[in-house]
C-alpha cells in the first residue's frame, strides 16, 4: 500500500459493464506534486453517488483522499486500485471552480507539462511506461 493519497480528480472514462462491480470506470488526476494518476476499478455508482447530485462528472476537479495500491498486473507507472473498493475510508474534499480564467486548476494540472514531443515520446517507452501527461505543443 501507498501512503494515503490526495487526487485532484481531471477524468473518468465511458463506463465498462463489469460482473464484479456493475459499471466501472477509470478516473484519473493529479496529486498534490503535480505526477498523474490512474484509479482503477472505480464503481460508476461511487461517482454517481459521490455528490448527490445525479451527474457523473460533478466529481471532476475535486479533491479526494484515500488509500491506493500500486497495480501489479499493470506496467503503467501511474496505476493504482483502491485499498477499500467500498470507499469507506475516502474523503471528499474541494471542488476547484473556474474562476478568475480557470487559474486554480491551472496552478494544479500545469506543474509537470511537457512542452517537447519527442521528449514526451521517449518517456512512454519502456522502462519509464509513461501513459499519463500534460502536453503543450
Same mark, same amino acid.
Given at each position: 500500500?501507498? =501512503?494515503?493519497?490526495?487526487? /485532484? %480528480?481531471?477524468?473518468?472514462?465511458?463506463? @465498462?459493464?463489469?460482473?464484479?462491480?456493475?459499471?466501472?470506470? !477509470?478516473?484519473?488526476?493529479?496529486?498534490?506534486?503535480?505526477?498523474?494518476?490512474?484509479?482503477?476499478?472505480?464503481?460508476?455508482?461511487?461517482?454517481?453517488?459521490?455528490?448527490?447530485?445525479?451527474?457523473?462528472?460533478?466529481?471532476?476537479?475535486?479533491? %479526494? #483522499?484515500?488509500?491506493?495500491?500500486?497495480?501489479?498486473?499493470?506496467?503503467?507507472?501511474?496505476?493504482?486500485?483502491?485499498?477499500?473498493?467500498? /470507499?469507506?475510508? %475516502?474523503?471528499?474534499? =474541494?471542488? %476547484?471552480?473556474?474562476?478568475?480564467?480557470?487559474?486554480?486548476?491551472?496552478?494544479? !494540472?500545469?506543474?509537470?507539462?511537457?512542452?517537447?514531443?519527442? #521528449?514526451?515520446?521517449?518517456?512512454?517507452?519502456?522502462?519509464?511506461?509513461?501513459? @499519463?501527461?500534460? /502536453?503543450?505543443?
Amino acid at each position: 500500500m501507498i =501512503a494515503r493519497s490526495n487526487v /485532484f %480528480i481531471t477524468v473518468t472514462t465511458y463506463p @465498462l459493464p463489469s460482473r464484479s462491480y456493475d459499471e466501472l470506470v !477509470c478516473t484519473a488526476g493529479m496529486l498534490e506534486n503535480g505526477e498523474w494518476i490512474r484509479i482503477y476499478p472505480v464503481p460508476l455508482s461511487f461517482l454517481i453517488d459521490l455528490k448527490g447530485s445525479g451527474k457523473v462528472n460533478k466529481v471532476k476537479y475535486t479533491w %479526494i #483522499q484515500l488509500d491506493l495500491n500500486k497495480r501489479t498486473d499493470d506496467f503503467r507507472p501511474e496505476s493504482h486500485s483502491p485499498v477499500n473498493y467500498n /470507499f469507506k475510508d %475516502i474523503v471528499i474534499g =474541494a471542488s %476547484i471552480g473556474t474562476e478568475g480564467n480557470w487559474i486554480r486548476r491551472k496552478d494544479l !494540472c500545469f506543474k509537470k507539462v511537457y512542452t517537447n514531443k519527442n #521528449q514526451l515520446l521517449e518517456d512512454s517507452r519502456a522502462p519509464n511506461n509513461m501513459s @499519463l501527461a500534460t /502536453f503543450k505543443p
